[in-house]
């Protein structure tokens, strides 16, 4: 009975929550940027239509396969797998710092910490050592700064332009940063609690 208690605590940590919540953000932040267009009357609308809509059931059928438990697959680190498929596939954001020689300086940096997030993730889902998990956390939290930056950067920019504010796009971006937010929090505790090695 202590047993079955002690699995079920473990299934549903606060690690494994954080990552599964981090990965339904990132899907609606997908869904909002227009992840599934409406079929227009041209083949290649429609031929798009689908495309887009095959794409969205695999990477949801993949997310509720992890998110709904797996025979056998209750770690905590182990929800992190949609996850990093949902970074790799929807997780990059476009930045731009008003200027050509800032902008070709901190995106370069950025895409290092990019690259750095997503190869440790995916390594970490294999080979289980800490520094990797410390790494990809660190480096999710690094590059949502990033983010943060560039979109405050345009938004004022935008102001001084007299463009009109884009609420999807603020929305989107918050989103974004809170997937990225819970991908380092759930990262942190439960290598802290050594949930790690489950």
Do not use: H
Not at 84 to 106: C, Q
Not at 158 to 170: I, P, Q, S, Y
């Amino acid at each position: 009975m202590e047993n079955t208690k002690k699995k079920n605590t473990q299934v549903y940590s606060s690690t494994r929550i954080m990552f599964l919540v981090a990965g339904l953000l990132l899907l609606v932040k997908y869904l909002l940027e227009g992840g599934l267009p409406s079929a227009g009357g041209d083949l290649g609308s429609i031929i798009t239509f689908v495309v887009k809509l095959f794409v969205l059931i695999i990477v949801i059928g993949f997310y509720c396969y992890f998110a709904f438990g797996v025979e056998g697959y209750s770690g905590s680190f182990k929800a992190l797998a949609p996850v990093v498929l949902l970074l790799m596939m929807f997780g990059s954001y476009s930045l731009d710092y008003g200027d050509a020689n800032i902008n070709a300086i901190l995106t370069s940096v950025a895409t290092l910490i990019w690259t750095l997030l997503t190869v440790t993730g995916f390594i970490f889902l294999f080979v289980r050592k800490k520094v990797l998990g410390l790494t990809f956390g660190w480096s999710c939290l690094i590059y949502s700064g990033f983010v943060i930056v560039s979109y405050i950067v345009m938004t004022i920019i935008g102001a001084v332009d007299n463009k009109a504010f884009n609420w999807t796009n603020l929305v989107t971006t918050l989103l974004l940063c809170a997937s990225f937010a819970l991908v380092f929090c759930g990262t942190y505790i439960g290598l802290r609690r050594r949930e790690w090695t489950a």
